[in-house]
């Protein structure tokens, strides 16, 4: 209670700001989905030697792919038994002809060329009859650091994929909503209760103490 008696009102509305600083943090904090057109440039990275970073607090990732448009991702954070999942989607209005596809590749150390890295089974491959595909990685019960990521499409176009599940070994909420061409609400983290009770009793005391003053 010194605060309150050395800096009255200044003392109230600070502890206050603290309060909302630390809730609003928390919630900053939490998962969040990573699409492709929120990026610079609207584009993930095709550049082998410079990924797009993927940090601790993204558990979802959402892009596009076809020929000549690889995607490179260096993920932070992930932890040793980690599994990705991966879903590749065909748009909605193909012909008979189509076919698009690709391959995924993996690493602990940056890439040294568009082809490097541990290659991940089965191979991409859209057409009429198979339009939706999902792939698996599994990392190592010891991996530890960077995990270093291609998406290399080698044929067709306009095909969208969606990285998941990243997170949930860590604990964070879990991707599986995440769906071609729309949005995931990531719900916010409740404040705890301890921080709401605080606001709302340094608020009444900041009443109080005006309501001292008047009547002084």
């Known amino acids: 209670m010194s605060m309150f008696r050395t800096h009255g009102a200044a003392g109230v509305a600070a502890a206050v700001s603290f309060a909302a600083a630390f809730a609003i943090s928390?919630?900053?904090?939490?998962?969040?989905?990573?699409?492709?057109?929120?990026?610079?440039?609207?584009?993930?990275?095709?550049?082998?030697?410079?990924?797009?970073?993927?940090?601790?607090?993204?558990?979802?990732?959402?892009?596009?792919?076809?020929?000549s448009s690889d995607d490179y991702f260096a993920f932070s954070g992930l932890e040793g038994g980690t599994s990705l999942s991966f879903s590749f989607r065909?748009?909605?209005?193909?012909?008979?002809?189509?076919s698009a596809g690709?391959?995924?590749?993996?690493?602990?150390?940056?890439?040294?060329?568009?082809?490097?890295?541990?290659?991940?089974?089965?191979?991409?491959?859209?057409?009429?009859?198979?339009?939706?595909?999902?792939?698996?990685?599994?990392?190592?019960?010891?991996?530890?650091?960077?995990l270093y990521l291609a998406l290399n499409f080698t044929h067709g176009e306009n095909l969208t994929y969606e990285i998941g599940d990243f997170r949930a070994s860590a604990g964070l909420p879990r991707a599986d909503a995440v769906s071609s061409g729309t949005s995931v609400a990531i719900a916010a983290v409740p404040v705890p209760a301890p921080l709401l009770l605080l606001g709302s009793s340094l608020v009444g005391l900041g009443l109080l103490r005006r309501r001292a003053r008047r009547a002084s």
């Open 26 to 67: 928390t919630v900053s904090a939490q998962a969040t989905t990573l699409w492709e057109s929120d990026v610079a440039g609207g584009e993930f990275s095709a550049d082998y030697r410079a990924p797009s970073q993927v940090g601790a607090d993204v558990t979802a990732i959402g892009g596009t792919g076809g020929a």
């Open 90 to 98: 065909a748009p909605e209005d193909i012909g008979y002809s189509y």
């Open 102 to 146: 690709g391959v995924i590749l993996w690493n602990t150390s940056p890439f040294n060329y568009e082809w490097d890295g541990t290659r991940v089974d089965p191979q991409i491959q859209l057409d009429w009859n198979t339009r939706t595909q999902t792939v698996a990685l599994d990392l190592p019960d010891d991996f530890l650091g960077t």
